[in-house]
């Protein structure tokens, strides 16, 4: 087997036709793959706001369960009378029941 030599002088550079084709076509490409990814970007965002639609109407139903209705009565018997009004602080408190103490004494 022998290995042809073949001059760098008779290599012919790429003529304009040939540039300008390989322009064509990466520029066919390119907008074809960005395409694509607007495609995919749009079915992602639609995907995540069903998703997103879907919890929220799941949770505001739990969350109705869990919301005294307004007006309610208190269940403990520290609070047995009282009705729930205004915005739940969260924090602890201490009660000190005067009518309680002083029966004691």
């Given at each position: 087997m022998q290995i042809k030599y073949i001059p760098s002088s008779s290599a012919r550079s790429p003529g304009l036709l040939r540039?300008?084709?390989?322009?064509?076509?990466?520029?066919?490409?390119?907008?074809?793959?960005l395409m694509f990814s607007a495609l995919l970007l749009a079915v992602i965002l639609v995907i995540a706001i069903i998703g997103g639609i879907y919890l929220w109407w799941k949770l505001r139903k739990l969350m109705r369960?869990?919301?005294?209705?307004?007006g309610a009565t208190m269940?403990?018997?520290d609070f047995a009378?009282?009705?729930a009004k205004g915005e739940v602080i969260e924090g602890e408190v201490i009660r000190v029941?005067?009518?309680?103490?002083?029966?004691?004494?």
């Open positions: 540039k300008t084709a390989a322009l064509i076509a990466t520029l066919v490409l390119a907008v074809v793959a369960n869990f919301q005294p209705p307004q269940h403990s018997d009378g009282e009705t029941d005067t009518a309680r103490t002083e029966g004691r004494r």
